[in-house]
């Protein structure tokens, strides 16, 4: 399977679903009326970016999002994602990760960026991490709330 089928957005009461290991690199916009899905996952697919459609699943808590080609992360997405408190992007070729002007990331918990790419981190704009996972990088350079 490639596609999603647009009629993923009548299963109104889903509230996980799991898309792992199935060649997708988008995903349609229907999916974005999901609003009792707490649980997506993606991972092991072919997605370069977090889909954009994923900003409108309000109830969403937990994203899987393991070896995919995601090489930079964009914070500013995940700040518009306001119920999402895990995500997993393990095994990405993530090579960045970019905070947009000052906006915080308040609802994060736990990030797994384990076995990537990065050689610095700056997660100061995460004000509520409890856990993080970035074993296996090149890091030489992490801050995380403002603290080196």
Known sequence: ??????QIGNLQSLQILSLDGN???FLPEELGGLA????LGLSFNNFPHIPGVLDRLSGMDRLAMAGNRVETLELGILARMSHLKN???RLNGLRWVKSEALEAVKQVTQLD?????LA???LSSICSLETL???RNQLRALTLSGFT
């Open 23 to 25: 060649q997708l690199s």
């Open 113 to 117: 960026l384990r076995d990537n790419h």
């Open 120 to 122: 610095t981190l700056d």
């Open 1 to 6: 399977m490639n596609t999603v089928p647009a």
């Open 36 to 39: 009792q899905l707490s649980s």
């Open 133 to 135: 996972h970035c074993q």
């Open 87 to 89: 995500i997993d992007l």
